[in-house]
């Protein structure tokens, strides 16, 4: 038996045309983003919409930063997440909470600012771990690559989904240097922030090796 292809993250969305086209195309996992300060930030009821509708097609995610934990659970009742990525300062207890209570698969997310990065991670025993690019003062979805060579120093089984300045140019040499179990891509196939762009995100699948529906 052959790799499987990579599967593939489309975050950020914030239309359900959008996250069905994603799901159209083979997507693995929906993102919307809740954290009030992003420019991808998801209205609450468009959440609502996309969830309902693809939940039984893809897994459906929801990002959070630093948020209260009731904030987490009500959310994920209301749109049916069946991912919560948690991109913030969050500790390893407060994701295992999450986890129990909302039944979802659990993403710790880290901007990557050298090894002490990866080491730090492996005290979350989360479902996924996610490296994103590093930019002070952001989080996430800034465009911005990390160095892919340090992914060679996990001591972790725990599966890897790789962001950060992906696109459609990028995404092929990502594989090839991480052999992640996903990868995941916001600003890389945007005509805007938060709204999608057919043509890139067709490019992105192709250049990922996924198969398209």
């Keep these: 038996m052959g790799v ?9 969305l914030t239309r359900l045309a959008d996250a069905e086209l994603a799901a159209e195309l083979g997507a693995w996992a929906v993102g919307m983003v809740f954290y009030e300060r992003s420019r991808r930030r998801c209205e609450l009821e468009e959440a609502e919409a996309i969830g309902a ?45 999450v986890a129990r209570r909302t039944g979802a698969r659990t993403i710790k997310a880290a901007p990557v600012q050298g090894l002490f990065t990866l080491h730090d991670l492996e005290r979350f025993h989360t479902d996924f771990h996610l490296l994103d690019g590093y930019v002070a003062g952001e ?19 725990r599966p890897l989904i790789v962001g950060g300045g992906l696109d459609a140019d990028t995404v092929a040499a990502a594989i090839e240097a991480t052999s ?21 995100m067709q490019a992105f699948f192709e250049a990922a090796e996924t198969r398209v529906a």
Excluded: M
């Design 4 to 12: 499987p292809p990579t599967r593939v993250k489309i975050c950020g």
């Design 53 to 97: 509708a693809l939940r039984r097609r893809v897994e459906v995610a929801g990002v959070f930063v630093n948020a209260p934990l009731e904030e987490v659970i009500q959310t994920s009742e209301r749109v049916g997440l069946t991912l919560v990525q948690l991109h913030g300062d969050e500790g390893p207890a407060y994701c295992t909470e």
């Design 139 to 157: 989080r996430g979805g800034t465009g911005q690559a990390f160095d892919w060579s340090l992914v060679s120093a996990r001591r972790t089984r």
């Design 180 to 200: 992640p179990f996903a990868v995941d891509v916001a600003s890389g196939v945007e005509a805007a922030p938060g709204i999608k762009d057919p043509d890139r």
